[in-house]
C-alpha cells in the first residue's frame, strides 16, 4: 500500500497552529473583559438610576454575549437579562414586593434541574452529604429522632442518612422528618418516596409534611415536636427562591424548639436581597458576579459549551438565582450572616472537624471533576472552585445552659 505523503505546507507548521491558537484565546479574552467592563458600567448605571443609559448599554452588551458561548458570555448574557428585568419593572414601578409562590409546574421544572445539577458538580453532594454524616454523629446514642428539614423539595438527601442509620447496632425506635415546601402535592409525593425507602431498610418512618415556610406558621405547634425525640432542623440556603419567610420569627421557632442540631448550608452571598439601590446593590452584583462566573467556569470545565446539562442548569437554576439577586424589588432585607445570627441567640458552633471533614475529602476523591477545593475553617467545611468559597456548611447546638 501506498504511504500518503503529509505536506507540511498542506496543514500548517505547527508553530503557527500554536501561535493561532494563543491568538484565538486571547482574543477570547480581550472580548470577555469587555463584555464585563460593560456589564459593569450598566449596574452602575442602574445603582444610580440612569436608566436611559442603563438601556442603552444593555441592548449593546446582549448583541455580543449569548447562552451557548464561552462560559464569560454565558454569565454576562444571565446578567444582562436580569438587568434589562430590573430596568423594565423600575420603568414600570412594577417591581414585586415579595417573591412570587412557585406553581406546581416550576417546581417539578426546578426540582428536575436541580437533579441535572447534582449529577454535573459536587455542590449539592457535599451538602447533603456534610449533613448527614454531622447528624449521624449527632444522634449517636439516641433512640428517636424527628428532623425539621426547611425545605425538603424532593427528599434526595435522605435515603443517604437513612442508610447510615440503618447500618447502626443500636436500631432507632423511630423516624420522622417534617418537611416543609410550596404544594401538598409535592410533598405527598416526596413523603411517599422516602417511605417506601425507608420500608425497605425496615426503618420506622413517619413523614409530617407542612405547606408554607416556617417563619410563617401560625402555630408553632404544627412542628409536632415530641419528648424524648432528638430533634434536627437542616436548612439549605439558595437564592432561587424565599426558603423561610419572616426571618425573625424563623430565628423565634428554632430557638425555642431547641434542637440537639441545626444543621446549615450556605451559599458564599449575602442574603441580603439587594432590593436596595446604590452602592448596596453594587456591591451585591460585584459579589454575585465574581460568584456566579466561578460557578459557570466550574460547570464550564467539565461539560462542553454544547452540552444540554449544562444549558439545563445554567437556565433553570443559575439563571433563576441570579435575576433574584439582581432583580430584587421591594422586599424585606434578609438577614445577612445567619451564622452570627444563631450565635447571637445562643447556638454553639459544632465543628465538622473529623468525620465530616474526612468524608467529604473522600467523597470529592472519588467525583470525576477537578478543580475543587476543600477547606475547614474554624470548625465549618467550605467547598470551592479554585480560590473562591462557593458553599459553607456548619453545624449547631444549643447551649447546654440554655
Known amino acids: 500500500m501506498a504511504t500518503k505523503r503529509i505536506d507540511r505546507d498542506t496543514v500548517g507548521d505547527p508553530s503557527s497552529a500554536v501561535k493561532r491558537r494563543k491568538d ?96 454535573v458538580t459536587p455542590l449539592i453532594k457535599f451538602s447533603h452529604f456534610t449533613a448527614n454524616q454531622a447528624i449521624f454523629q449527632a444522634l449517636d446514642g439516641e433512640d428517636s ?20 442509620l440503618a447500618s447502626r447496632p443500636r436500631k432507632l425506635r423511630s423516624i420522622r422528618i417534617t418537611g416543609f415546601g410550596s404544594s401538598s402535592d409535592l410533598l405527598a409525593s416526596t413523603g411517599r418516596r422516602l417511605a417506601d425507602f425507608a420500608a425497605s431498610l425496615s426503618l420506622p418512618f413517619e413523614f409530617h409534611p407542612i405547606e408554607g415556610k416556617i417563619g410563617n406558621l401560625i402555630d408553632p405547634s404544627q412542628l409536632g415536636t415530641r419528648r424524648g425525640e432528638a430533634v434536627v432542623v437542616h436548612w439549605m440556603h439558595h437564592q432561587l427562591y424565599d426558603v423561610t419567610g419572616n426571618d425573625v420569627e424563623t430565628l423565634e421557632i428554632i430557638r425555642r424548639i431547641k ?57 433553570i437554576v443559575l439563571a433563576t438565582e441570579i435575576r433574584n439577586i439582581v432583580v430584587g424589588g421591594k422586599r424585606k432585607k434578609k438577614m445577612v450572616t445567619w451564622r452570627e445570627e444563631l450565635s447571637r441567640v445562643g447556638f454553639r458552633s459544632v465543628s465538622l472537624r473529623g468525620n465530616p471533614e474526612t468524608q467529604a475529602g473522600l467523597l470529592l476523591g472519588m467525583l470525576p471533576w477537578n478543580g475543587y477545593t476543600l477547606v475547614q475553617d474554624n470548625g465549618t467545611l467550605r467547598l470551592g472552585w479554585k480560590d473562591l468559597s462557593l458553599l459553607t456548611a456548619s453545624a449547631w447546638q444549643s447551649h447546654p445552659s440554655d
Open 145 to 164: 429522632v424527628h428532623i425539621i428539614d426547611l425545605d425538603v423539595m424532593q427528599g434526595l438527601q435522605w435515603p443517604g442518612l437513612f442508610n447510615i
Open 259 to 315: 434542637p440537639n442540631l441545626i444543621t446549615m448550608v450556605e451559599q458564599e452571598l449575602s442574603n441580603d436581597d439587594g432590593g436596595g439601590g446604590g452602592s448596596g446593590f453594587l456591591g451585591r452584583f460585584v459579589e454575585a458576579l465574581h460568584y456566579y462566573s466561578a460557578l459557570f467556569d466550574a460547570i464550564g470545565d467539565g461539560l462542553g459549551e454544547e452540552s444540554g446539562e449544562r444549558f439545563t442548569v445554567e437556565q
Open 24 to 119: 484565538l484565546d486571547e482574543e477570547e479574552d480581550g472580548g470577555a473583559i469587555k463584555l464585563l467592563s460593560l456589564l459593569l458600567q450598566c449596574a452602575e448605571h442602574v445603582a444610580t438610576d440612569h436608566l436611559r443609559e442603563a438601556s442603552t448599554l444593555l441592548s449593546e452588551i446582549s448583541e455580543s454575549c449569548s447562552p451557548f458561548g464561552s462560559s464569560a458570555e454565558r454569565v454576562v448574557a444571565y446578567f444582562t437579562q436580569a438587568l434589562q428585568t430590573r430596568v423594565i419593572s423600575s420603568y414600570l414601578s412594577a417591581a414585586c414586593s415579595e417573591t412570587p409562590l412557585l406553581t406546581v409546574f416550576q417546581s417539578q421544572k426546578i426540582f428536575a434541574a436541580l437533579q441535572t445539577f447534582n449529577s
